[in-house]
Structures are given as C-alpha cells and as structure tokens.
C-alpha cells in the first residue's frame, strides 16, 4: 500500500515577515477533507500550501471561521 501524501500549510498575519510553524497533515484519498485550526487576530492573512507528491494536486475550496472585533 504506498504512503499517505501529506498537505504543508503555513501562514502570516499582516504581512509579517515570519511564518508561522507549518501544519502537517496526511491524504489518504482522493477528495480528502482537511482542517487546520489556527487562532489569531489578524487584518489581513497569507497562505502557503504544499504538497509532498509529484502529482496533480487542487485546492477546490476553502473556508474560515471570522468573529469581527466589536470596539
């Protein structure tokens, strides 16, 4: 049975110069779900995404949770 594929994701919050530490998570199948919890607050947010495998691979969709602030 060949190896699970793994997902890289990574971000930063306001146009930071660092990274936050990536997240790695394990694709076992075709159309595999995905969730990465990552708290902060944040303007705006930059995602880095990589996979393992030479192959094919898509992002069809993506969501995020927001509470806006109330001042």
């Known amino acids: 049975m060949p190896s699970p594929s793994n997902v890289m994701i990574r971000w930063r ?16 199948e075709k159309l595999d ?21 030479n192959e094919p691979f898509v992002l069809i969709g993506m969501e995020e949770d927001v509470t806006p602030l109330e001042y």
């Open 33 to 53: 779900f995905l969730f990465v919890a990552s708290p902060n607050t944040y303007r705006t947010r930059q995602y880095e995404i990589s996979f393992t495998d």
């Open 13 to 28: 919050d306001d146009r930071a110069q660092a990274w936050q530490p990536e997240v790695l998570q394990s694709v076992t």
